[in-house]
Structure formats: C-alpha cells, structure tokens
C-alpha cells in the first residue's frame, strides 16, 4: 500500500499525504478544506479525483480565487502550481515544456510569462485513461517544479527544473510506480 506521512501537523488548508479512498467509488479522496473548496465550486467528478490522487502523493494548499476557480500550491510553500476551475486544470510548467506538452497533448498552452506557462486540460481529457495518466504526472511535475521557490532560484528559465522524465504512474490507483511497479496492484 502506498503511504506517506508529512513531516509535520497540517496546517488548514493543507492535506496530509495518506492513503485515501473514497469506499463508494473507490477513487482516492480528498479530505479537508481542498475537497470543500473543489465541491463549492462544482468542479467535475473526475477532476476532483485527478487533485484527491496527486494529494495521495503529495502534500497541497488550495484557496479559491475570486470565486472562478481553485488555486493549487504545494503543501510545504512554493508558488501555486495550478488553477482548477469546473471543467479545465490549467497547470504552471517552464514555457518550452509547456509548449512540447500541448503540441503532443494537443491541449491549450496559454503563455503567462517568460517563466511560465499553463497548459490547459480540459475535463473531458480525463476519460480517457493515457491521458489521465498524463494530466496526473503533470500535475506532480508542476508541483515539485514549484515546490521549490521562486523562479530565479528553481532555474525556471532554462527548463532545467523539469528536464526529468514524467513519473511513471498506475493508471488504477493513480500512485507513483516505483521501479515501474504499483504497490496496489502487485499486493
């Protein structure tokens, strides 16, 4: 079973990594202050699910902005790595990663500066399961990419940040696969 303790008590707002999942649907779930502000909103079943698993993996702090949409940060301070609205995660990547995700995606790009980009993922990309594995990975990229600080300090310019390779995710549990195995699945 994939299981994570943050390193310290979470503060409103903040998720806790554990495993979590929703005995009704048997999706990951999203407990807290996050889930209220992703249902107040109404946003879509499946893009709630997407934020519940990367929250399985990873510590978030969320905040509704202006009432349009969810602001998704990671949990131990950083930037906000992406917004979530009823039908669309727009998420914060350096431009050219951005640029080559929406070219072979074939999702939006809408450039904010020239530190960052958001590609735009429409709801209606998580019915199918390649891509929702895609929108996950990306999801965790932006948020370790912004987890660590400001820009000039995360070689934000150069793309340096997020050169890595995607994380290779379980497309059942939405966990990390490492050594590309899920825990879940081989129990």
Not at 63 to 68: A, F, I, N, P
Not at 131 to 152: F, M, T
Request: proline residues 7%; aromatic residues 4%.
């Amino acid at each position: 079973m994939c299981m994570a303790t943050s390193q310290s008590p979470p503060e409103e707002g903040e998720i806790n990594m554990t495993d979590r999942v929703d005995a009704g649907t048997g999706r990951p779930s999203l407990p807290g202050a996050t889930a209220e502000h992703l249902r107040e909103l109404g946003v879509v079943p499946d893009m709630q699910a997407l934020v519940a698993a990367a929250s399985a993996v990873r510590s978030i702090t969320s905040h509704v902005v202006r009432g349009d949409y969810v602001a998704i940060s990671p949990g131990a301070g950083g930037h906000i790595a992406g917004y979530v609205s009823q039908r669309r995660l727009s998420l914060a990547l350096p431009p050219g990663r951005a640029d080559a995700v929406g070219a072979k995606q074939g999702w939006a790009v809408w450039p904010d500066s020239g530190i960052t980009s958001y590609v735009q993922i429409p709801a209606i990309a998580l019915a199918s399961e390649a891509q929702r594995v895609v929108a996950l990975s990306l999801l965790l990229e932006s948020l370790d990419w912004r987890a660590l600080g400001p820009h000039w300090l995360a070689g934000a310019g150069s793309g340096d940040a997020a050169a890595g390779s995607p994380v290779e995710m379980c497309p059942v549990h939405f966990t990390e696969m490492l050594g590309g195995h899920c825990e879940q699945c081989d129990d």
